[in-house]
């Protein structure tokens, strides 16, 4: 156990997935683990390990915003020796050719901060996924006909940002979504040598002002839970 993760040690699986929302944690694994049994309820950031084709699998949910994140992905590679973690994520879309319910493949994360900003100092280090993972999700969503974006994504600490001008440049310079915790989940992957990778659908649009209900952002994003999967063991 942890401070935030209830779980015995080998209740963790290697492989996490790791949803903002919780209740997407409890559905993914209700309709694509076999055996899942929840192993966290600490603060209701729910977590549930089963396994997929054989391969045991966690999905615990990571609460949203980068601080959120980075103290279940420290508490999931430092106590828990989790080797592999995919956030499997909602994002907004910001560029033209990007669609709602689109699949993201992100390749890098864009930030203004995260919570690892302090020891990095004046340097702007680069957070990426690991290219494995990358190569084997492409691979999986073009299987699957699932329409996949693969580039650049914007890591926000702000949902609601006054600062216009931000946003701005990221679609200028081909970003192609906003989210909330990828770009410190590839830091830390980084510092501890682990595998990461963010799937992301997109659940509303920066451009066209369309939007998902809560209901479809829990519920409704298969694709991105099979190719993570598949990402995964391939
Ligand atoms: O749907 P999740 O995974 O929570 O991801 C996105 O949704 C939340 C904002 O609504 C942020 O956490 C953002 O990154
Ligand atoms: O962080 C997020 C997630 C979904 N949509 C957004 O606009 N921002």
Partial sequence: MTIHIGAAKDDIAPTVLMPGDPYRAKWAAETFLDDARCINQVRGMLGFTGTWHGHPVTIQGSGMGMPSLSIYANELIRDYDAQTLIRIGSCGGMQDHVGIRDVILAMTATTLSTPSRGIFKDLNFAPCADFGLLAAAH???????TTTHVGGIYSSDV??????DLNDQMMRHGILAVEMEAAELYILAARYKRRALAVLTVSDHLITHEALPAEDRERSFGDMVEIALQAAFA
Avoid: I, P, T, V
């Fill in 159 to 164: 949902f609601y940002d006054e600062r216009a």
């Fill in 139 to 145: 691979h999986a969503a073009l299987a699957k006909g």
